[in-house]
Nanobody, 124 residues
Framework: QVQLVESGGGLVQAGGSLRLSCAAS????????MGWFRQAPGKEREFVATISRSGSDTYYADSVKGRFTISRDNAKNTVYLQMNSLKPEDTAVYSCAARIWGTTSAKPNGYDIWGQGTQVTVSS
């Protein structure tokens, strides 16, 4: 069973940047579509970005389009989320997820394996 471990979260001022990483164990990483989701206190889990197995296809939530970039390095079993121009409303726990069957998806229930999450806090 693949395991996902996120890192890179922290406290940043509005307008700043962070890069999140999600490291996967196991050898099948390149066969999984991957996604990033976030959940703020009192809110439901929200789609952020997704990337196909090869990395050729990416999709973003409208709220982060143009500011966030998802990428992956299959040789390193890692998916990244580069976050620029951060806003206080981006504050949340960010989790990566692996989708074993199928291609990219914006729906949380389309993913099979989840990491524990990393906190991102953006101060105004």
């Amino acid at each position: 069973q693949v395991q996902l471990v996120e890192s890179g979260g922290g406290l940043v001022q509005a307008g700043g940047s962070l890069r999140l990483s999600c490291a996967a164990s196991g050898r099948a990483f390149s066969s999984y579509a991957m996604g990033w989701f976030r959940q703020a206190p009192g809110k439901e889990r929200e789609f952020v970005a997704t990337i196909s197995r090869s990395g050729s296809d990416t999709y973003y939530a409208d709220s982060v389009k143009g500011r966030f970039t998802i990428s992956r390095d299959n040789a390193k079993n890692t998916v990244y989320l580069q976050m620029n121009s951060l806003k206080p409303e981006d504050t949340a726990v960010y989790s990566c997820a692996a989708r074993i069957w199928g291609t990219t998806s914006a729906k949380p229930n389309g993913y099979d394996i989840w990491g524990q999450g990393t906190q991102v806090t953006v101060s105004s």
